[in-house]
């Protein structure tokens, strides 16, 4: 797996490719956290567009964001969501956290 991170103002994205397992899955939650902090933006923004496979790891990725844009009073969007890593997101529940597009 593979995150090239884009800050733009009040946004920061996050662009994943390759395939969110529990290998790439603990690198990407400390790269995210660090991330997050560092900037400080008001949106988090996942764009999946090129993930391959995503497994529940992937929720753990998520999660991660979410929890570290609450402390800051912002939120997480999640776009370009392949069809395989959407099923894996909404059996979590995981639209009722974040915003959660195609």
Known sequence: MN?????????????????IDHHGARNAIGEIGGKIEFFRPHICCIDM???TFMDSSGIAVVLCAFNKMRELDGRVQ???????A????????????VTIAV
């Open 3 to 19: 995150i090239d991170t884009h800050p733009r103002g009040a946004e920061l994205t996050f662009r994943f490719s390759g395939e």
């Open 49 to 51: 567009k090129e993930v």
């Open 78 to 84: 999640i776009i370009n969501t392949p069809d395989q």
């Open 86 to 97: 959407r099923r894996v997101l909404d059996a979590a529940g995981l639209d009722r956290l």
